[in-house]
């Protein structure tokens, strides 16, 4: 295993349900990061945090919201989203933000 | 813009030959390379890196070459075995900062290695 954690590994919501996304890193890394992959794209970065501080918001709409409340824990906080969000949701940290980044196992989401 | 992409889309290889996934990457100032591999159900696993002051990097039955004068990465496997299969990104970082943007890992694709066996 990588040393990051996700929960829940599953997830199916309506359009209208508020749901979160947890992280956790057993690294004692610095920088955390949010990652959406879908079918037939390449991953595409969603936000980035350094010693809890955002520093990178991907032009990521609204009705995901991020929370970092420390450098181990990491949540993507969800509500109204569309049936096109449906994705794997990737955790990854690294040490700092110019080093190898890890990956956990990813939530599938489904939004129906 | 800048991005990276993989030449194949799918490579299929008989168990036990040698496997060679390739990548392109077009930012000029990226000067950090990263192998993932990512199974069926899982995260990408990182596999090897390189920074661009080498040309070369083995690890255990993984070679990474570099070659930056065209701008091209691949992956080399020895004897590919089943538990080869996945699907394989490369991935570039800037580590300085370019663009606005330093740090960030740009993604390819991916390559879908198959092992017959």
């Known amino acids: 295993e990588t040393g990051v954690t996700q929960t829940p590994r599953h997830l199916v919501m309506g359009m209208t349900n508020k749901k979160s996304l947890k992280c956790e890193q057993h690294l004692g890394h610095n920088a955390m990061y949010w990652y959406k992959q879908s079918a037939k794209k390449p991953l595409e970065l969603m936000f980035v945090?350094?010693?809890?501080?955002?520093?990178e918001n991907n032009s990521v709409p609204s009705r995901f919201s991020p929370e970092c409340p420390n450098s181990s824990h990491l949540f993507l906080h969800l509500h109204t989203l569309q049936p096109e969000d449906s994705a794997l949701y990737l955790c990854a940290s690294s040490r700092g933000r110019q080093e190898t980044q890890y990956f956990g196992p990813g939530t599938r989401l489904l939004v129906l | 813009g800048e991005s990276v992409g993989l030449h194949l889309p799918t490579l299929s290889v008989q168990e036990g030959d040698n496997s060679i996934i390739n990548c392109a990457y077009s930012?000029?100032?990226?000067?950090?390379f990263i192998w993932y591999k990512q199974e069926s159900g899982k995260g990408p696993q990182f596999i090897i890196d390189?920074?661009?002051?080498?040309d070369k990097r083995q690890g255990q039955r993984v070679t990474v070459l570099l070659n930056k004068t065209v701008k091209h990465l691949s992956l080399q496997i020895a004897a590919t075995q089943p538990g080869d299969s996945a699907v394989y990104f490369c991935?570039?970082?800037?580590?300085?900062?370019?663009?606005?943007?330093?740090?960030?890992?740009?993604f390819g694709k991916g390559t879908k290695l198959s092992v017959k066996p």
């Open positions: 390189i920074r661009s002051n080498m």
């Open positions: 930012n000029s100032a990226s000067d950090y």
């Open positions: 991935a570039e970082n800037t580590m300085v900062r370019y663009g606005g943007s330093q740090g960030n890992l740009i």
């Open positions: 945090y350094n010693f809890k501080e955002q520093t």
